[in-house]
């Protein structure tokens, strides 16, 4: 199903625009390492590179609103049908019929699930292991906009309901455990776009009020008693909104009626006042927001306008810098853009090897490899270690941390480290069970791998056959699973 006009007032905006003004628009890209950008609509998906602001893939066939698999495998296009692309290789590799088409999407934060909003007043729960349905929920009238809680327990999903002025709206919150409908909470007009924040205690909810004229607000439920607990005072025709990462600001997509009305407001989420407000599009009438999505970092807001007077006309993507909230880049996307969401950060692959990983003697210089796949200087502190077990007593255990270029071992209770020494510069650390040779030992650091070479001695108390261990930690926190057993080696007097 395309959405050429994806809200009630576009007729009457057709109306109120009868000139179109152009405008030469700057193309500054901002220097990031950053995800992807999928923006679907017009019966497309594109692709845009967030590091330089680029179309780098068009998928034609489908559109809708779009939401990412918390580890950014797939992404998912809810329209007339579910479709999936595995982001890898931007391919669709799974189709799911959804009986009267799809609007909104969301996944649970483990990824199991994809809660999708129906047209048929209800929301279908998609298996993503097997993208079979396994639940269909009845919820309000004319549903759109949902979002999970990020401990996953409930969906709150948005009922716009009817067309008529004062007809009934609402949010449904669902229990994910039980999939039955739990609350229903009174919102404003024509509610369309919800987000929560990032703690879980409030959801955030884009009331468009149905016509232009009138100014949307935002209602802000408490998830702790279901309740509406403030309305803020937004920009004409809200539509859409997301919360930055650290759950500091909301930003509101405004989809107006001219070129002042066609905006994001910004709210500061600890008072809930507006901190600004800003103009998107670019000097093109009709060309207002539909949608809004912030990058993991929370650095950029990626807003897709859509051109409610040409429907095959030209949309955007504005591209806003949360730190000074204003448009650095406008990306000419040749569609009618309307749903939008951007893949998660990659996490940093950690990974571990020595060499030689078998044999045997009483000396041995080891070369333990780390691998950072952000690159060696990720890495804070790294572990080598010899014994029966990884973490038993009476081992032989050294950890080398890398900001200060120093190696430690330690006792033989394994509670406190003897050192440190400096890699190539003599000097020996002994327990019972082996000496560490710095002055023999060795670091080498080069692109994501980090070598660290260590000469041991092992003494006749060690003799036999010992595992081989190994560990890494990274800045971001990560770590190797457990430390690893990367090979073994028979110690003999």
């Known amino acids: 199903m395309m959405y050429t006009q994806p809200y009630p007032w576009i007729g009457l905006r057709k109306l109120i625009h009868f000139s179109l003004t152009l405008a030469a628009l700057s193309l500054a890209a901002p220097l990031f390492a950053a995800p992807f950008a999928y923006v679907a609509g017009s019966n497309t998906v594109l692709v845009i590179d967030t590091a330089t602001n680029t179309v780098v893939t068009t998928i034609s066939g489908f559109s809708g609103n779009v939401a990412i698999t918390p580890d950014g495998a797939f992404a998912y296009v809810a329209g007339g049908t579910v479709t999936v692309i595995a982001t890898a290789t931007n391919k669709v590799v799974a189709t799911t019929t959804i009986p009267g088409g799809a609007y909104g999407v969301a996944i649970t934060p483990d990824g199991a699930f994809a809660y999708v909003v129906g047209l048929s007043n209800n929301v279908t729960v998609i298996a993503t292991a097997t993208n079979n349905v396994v639940a269909t929920i009845q919820v309000g009238i004319s549903p759109r906009g949902i979002a999970i809680t990020p401990n996953g327990a409930f969906a709150y999903v948005v009922n716009s309901g009817s067309n008529s002025p004062g007809g009934p709206a609402s949010v449904s919150v669902i229990a994910t455990a039980t999939k039955a409908v739990v609350a229903t909470i009174p919102v404003g007009r024509a509610p369309l776009g919800i987000a929560i924040t990032p703690n879980g205690a409030f959801a955030y909810v884009t009331n468009s009020q149905e016509f232009v004229n009138i100014r949307g607000t935002v209602s802000v439920i408490s998830t702790a008693t279901n309740k509406v607990v403030e309305t803020i005072s937004v920009g004409f025709g809200a539509v859409a909104v997301a919360i930055a990462p650290d759950g500091a600001f909301a930003y509101v997509a405004n989809q107006g009626f001219s070129l002042e009305t066609e905006t994001v407001s910004v709210i500061a989420t600890a008072t809930n006042n507006v901190v600004a407000t800003i103009p998107v599009g670019g000097a093109v009438y009709g060309q207002g927001p539909t949608n809004v999505a912030i990058t993991p970092d929370g650095a950029f807001a990626y807003v897709t306008t859509y051109n409610v007077l040409f429907e095959n006309g030209p949309g955007t993507v504005s591209v806003i810098a949360t730190a000074t909230n204003k448009v650095v880049a406008t990306i000419q996307v040749g569609i009618q853009p309307f749903g939008v969401a951007i893949t998660p950060l990659p996490q940093p692959l950690l990974s571990v090897s020595v060499t ?28 080598a270690g010899f014994g029966p077990t990884a973490y038993v007593e009476h081992s032989c255990r050294v950890e080398y941390y890398r900001g200060i270029n120093k190696l430690y ?7 406190a480290f003897l050192g440190p020494l400096t890699p190539g510069l003599p000097g020996t650390l002994s327990n019972s069970q082996c000496t560490l040779d710095a002055g023999k030992s060795s670091v080498a650091g080069s692109g994501d791998i980090l070598t660290l070479n260590l000469a041991f001695s092992f003494k006749p108390t060690f003799v036999g056959m010992q595992g081989i261990f190994s560990y890494a930690i990274d800045k971001s926190g990560l770590t190797t699973p457990g430390r690893q057993k990367v090979g073994t080696w028979d110690v003999t007097p």
């Open 409 to 415: 071992l330690k006792n033989d209770a394994g509670t």
């Open 356 to 383: 030689p990983n078998s044999g045997s003697g009483a000396n041995q210089i080891f070369a333990f490899h780390y691998a950072d796949s952000k690159g060696f200087a990720s890495l804070t502190n790294v572990y």
